[in-house]
């Protein structure tokens, strides 16, 4: 019972939370509950902190680059989240945390001018057209965002139905890039059109 509502607490935490500070232990490493946890982060599409606490505990066994590479090989779904390595016991770099976890707000508050926006999926679309299926050939034709926290876009198609979550996790990851939020997440919708 104990696990059951600390994990239905975390649930409604996430909810609520604009930025989400995922607090995992040097010593301890990545569980199955923080893996759980990813996933509720990423579902929500919160934007997220990792935040390995009791850092002076690891006395050199590894660096934080090393740490890292750790952190994304058993959390692949929070790849693009900042990490910051803090030491809780004496306050070291808890501050620099904070400044972290507030830029992260500020990116997901972010708005794109609707020129902007077309210009930029004019220029994913060039660098990698979305692939024909059955003779029907996907066209991207504008894209308007919709809301924020996290900015939300919703982009009108030609042939929307057509278009592969591939082509859409590369769509994603360029606006990402192009509008400097690569630390948080992006939502995007396809909706049909034509001109």
Request: aromatic share 8%.
């Amino acid at each position: 019972p104990v696990e059951f509502f600390s994990q239905v607490r975390t649930e409604r935490a996430i909810r609520r939370a604009d930025v989400v500070l995922l607090m995992l232990s040097a010593m301890e490493g990545v569980s199955t509950t923080d893996r759980k946890t990813a996933d509720m982060i990423l579902e929500e599409h919160k934007a997220c902190l990792i935040v390995v606490n009791k850092w002076d505990e690891n006395k050199g066994q590894a660096t934080t680059g090393e740490y890292v590479k750790y952190i994304e090989g058993r959390l692949p779904t929070l790849r693009h989240a900042p990490v910051a390595f803090t030491t809780a016991l004496d306050g070291t770099r808890c501050w620099q945390t904070i400044d972290v976890a507030l830029d992260l707000y500020a990116q997901t508050s972010t708005q794109v001018s609707t020129p902007a926006l077309n210009k930029a999926l004019v220029r994913a679309e060039q660098e990698h057209e979305p692939p024909t299926f059955k003779g029907s050939k996907p066209r991207l034709l504008y894209g308007v965002q919709v809301a924020a926290k996290p900015p939300t876009f919703v982009i009108h198609c030609r042939h929307a139905d057509k278009i592969d979550k591939k082509y859409l996790r590369y769509l994603s990851t360029r606006l990402r890039e192009l509008f400097d939020l690569s630390e948080i997440p992006i939502r995007i919708f396809l909706r049909e059109a034509s001109r």
